[in-house]
């Protein structure tokens, strides 16, 4: 059922920009995950390799919110972010500085996504008035582009961090609703309602399929579901139960795979024509990161180790123990060939590590202080960006 979406238009003022000069390569986070399958694998990021790795050393840090701070991405020489503190706002790469600020007038935004000239937020608070809000800024000035505000049913509450293919924002909606706005000017593209109950996590966008992850955990036993939508109409093309454990975080696509695990530390990978189960693995426990996907491997960051599976078979390609006994306190990311984590060791000493993508082997460590021992990571530029508690970090080479 299509609900209505009021929009409200603002006129840009006629802007004359120059472009900040960035790397030749462009290199870019877009939003979370870093692409549109969420894979958190940067195939633009050259400047970080094995022989360079060993100089990263922190270039700044910035407290950009109180208690919490999105994922770091980046827009050529632009870092969108969103915090309790600022609302959304860009830093600059190489200081950290606010370039702009940004409130979207409706409580705490989600990581922000951007393609071509702009960034994208949802933000939400529930009232009362419930808000459910979608926004469109200039990447390089904060300036307003368009504002759409979301209606749906009454039990429909939040949105999770947009995903875009650049003509699309795909957006979950908490409880209740999966939907797809136009990115020239917020109108409503489709919108698929839920029965009532499921939490759904945000939106994998590939192969010209919207994938899903869903947790029931009002039904009995508890469900956990995986859901695909045709990317143009909306229209549900399979959904399967992968397990009776609820499932927290979204789905990644590489290839004709698609990944998901749930609370109990199983992965499985599924077909992504039809939903058929392909392979499952079963680690030691939950695991509280995201993963990440590239060159045929899906990488799992857990509790001290770091294991690479085949995309295809989900057979073990190699399982290494970080080293000192370390705990993995961040998601993994993939960027030309290095698998990158932040750990921590019993000391509550922080470190990024960065292993060999191909046979986990550590090549470099870079100690870092983080404020907490859950973190977000992200590599664009050069650079490696970690996010503790609002805190950000910024890594980078070493002249």
């Known amino acids: 059922m ?8 603002s006129l840009t003022v006629g802007l004359s920009l120059v472009a900040l000069a960035v790397s030749a390569a462009q290199a870019q986070w877009a939003q979370e995950g870093q692409n549109a399958a969420r894979s ?12 360079t790795v060993a100089r990263l050393g922190v270039l700044w840090e ?4 109180q208690f919490y701070a999105s994922e770091i991405t980046q827009s050529n020489a632009h870092l969108p972010v969103c915090s309790n503190l600022v609302g959304a706002a860009a830093l600059a790469p190489d200081t950290g500085n606010s370039q702009w600020t940004f409130y979207a007038g409706a409580g705490d935004c989600a990581t922000p996504a951007s393609f071509g000239d702009r960034t994208y937020l949802t933000s939400y608070k529930l009232g009362p ?13 904060g300036t307003l582009a ?8 009454d039990d429909a509450y939040g949105l999770s961090s947009p995903t875009t293919d650049g003509t699309r924002l795909y957006i979950s909606g908490g409880i209740g609703q999966v939907l797809a ?6 109108s409503l593209a489709w919108r698929m309602a839920i029965e009532p109950g499921v939490y759904l996590n945000a939106p994998a966008v590939a192969s010209g399929r919207v994938f899903v992850t869903a947790r029931e955990p009002n039904a009995s036993p508890v469900r956990g579901t995986l859901r695909a939508y045709d990317a143009q109409t909306g229209g549900l093309l399979w959904s399967v139960l992968v397990s009776n454990q609820s499932i927290e975080y979204p ?11 749930d609370n109990q530390g199983v992965v499985r990978g599924f077909d992504v024509a039809q939903g058929q189960l392909k392979w499952s693995y079963a680690t030691a426990g939950y695991i509280g990161h995201t993963l990440a996907a590239a060159s045929g491997a899906a990488f799992i960051a857990r509790a001290t180790k770091v294991t690479a599976l085949d995309i295809k078979t989900g057979a073990v390609l190699w399982n290494r123990d970080l080293p000192n006994k370390q705990t ?9 060939g290095l698998v990158f984590v932040a750990a921590q060791n019993r000391l509550s000493q922080n470190a990024v590590l960065a292993l060999n993508a191909k046979t986990g082997k550590l090549v470099s460590s870079t100690p870092v202080i983080l404020t907490s021992d859950y973190a977000l990571l992200s590599v664009a530029g050069g650079q490696v960006y970690i996010n503790t508690s609002g805190k950000v970090t910024a890594l980078g080479l070493a002249p």
């Open 181 to 186: 706005l136009n990115t020239a000017d917020g």
């Open 328 to 336: 993995a306190v961040s998601n993994p990311v993939w960027a030309n």
């Open 251 to 261: 789905a990644m696509v590489l290839g004709s795979t698609v990944v998901v695990h």
């Open 62 to 65: 910035r407290q950009v919110g």
């Open 2 to 9: 299509t609900s209505r979406i009021p929009s409200i238009r």
């Open 146 to 153: 368009w504002q759409t505000d979301v209606y749906g049913a």
């Open 129 to 141: 008035p419930r808000l459910n809000r979608v926004t469109a800024l200039n990447t390089a000035t």
């Open 40 to 51: 958190y694998a940067n195939a633009q990021e050259k400047t970080l390799s094995r022989d």
